[in-house]
């Protein structure tokens, strides 16, 4: 069946991949990858020794399960930073995520941790995100207690249908948090505490003054302390 790897029609995405065929549906490897509408295939490769997940803040609505993968190179957040940060290191990889309100990204991103700890089990794995990305980076932490993470950033952390996750647990050796305190944002302020029994994550909750909860995660004071640390964590 010649035909089982390719669209039906153009991939929507096809001017920004132009070294693929614009009928090429997951990368033409539909056994290891997986199709995110258009995106290119999440693939751990071989010789990627450090993976950072960035979570973007509530994009509107829920995002299809499996298709929670984005693109996102908008240089004044932090996760478009990290992204062009690393976009050419052959060790270093970084996937950008939507958030969901419900398990669908933290099930896609729980997939490509477990994917990337067969490639590299003593590599550095750095999880971030804002508002609700925010909560599914704790989602994910939490779902996934046989597996180290290195370090999770979480910015504002908001769920807006019930209290936002806010316990660390002891798989996770670092976590910060950033959060504001303005009067006007109804979203957001919340700090980050170890899980009962966790004595072993170094945690730490940083307090970002005259910021909203929708601008703190392109506030230059979270932005660059998360690239000054991250850049301190994956060495060159």
């Given amino acids: 069946m010649p035909d089982v790897g390719r669209f039906f029609n153009i991939d929507p995405l096809a001017e920004k991949y132009n070294t693929w065929t614009p009928y090429a549906f997951s990368g033409n490897r539909i056994i290891d990858a997986r199709e995110l509408e258009g995106l290119e295939p999440v693939e751990i490769n071989k010789g990627t020794k450090n993976l950072i997940i960035a979570v973007r803040g509530w994009q509107g609505g829920n995002p299809d399960p499996g298709k929670t993968q984005t693109q996102h190179d908008d240089k004044s957040s932090f996760t478009g930073a990290l992204r062009d940060i690393y976009k050419n290191s052959k060790d270093t990889q970084v996937v950008v995520f939507d958030p969901s ?104 909750n940083v307090l970002v003054p005259n910021t909203t909860h929708s601008e703190i995660d392109n506030t230059d004071i979270v932005k660059q302390q998360i690239i000054k640390d991250v850049q301190k964590i994956i060495k060159p």
């Fill in 101 to 204: 309100m419900n398990s669908r990204t933290p099930d896609d991103i729980s997939a490509s941790i477990k994917d990337f700890r067969k490639v590299s089990p003593n590599g550095k794995l750095i999880l971030a995100g804002h508002s609700m990305g925010g909560d599914n980076v704790v989602n994910v932490s939490q779902d996934n207690k046989d597996i180290k993470i290195n370090k999770t950033y979480t910015i504002d952390i908001s769920d807006p249908l019930g209290k936002a996750d806010n316990e660390i647990s002891q798989n996770v050796e670092s976590s910060d948090n950033y959060y504001q305190k303005n009067i006007l944002s109804l979203l957001g302020g919340t700090k980050i505490q170890a899980e009962k029994g966790n004595k072993v994550t170094t945690i730490k």
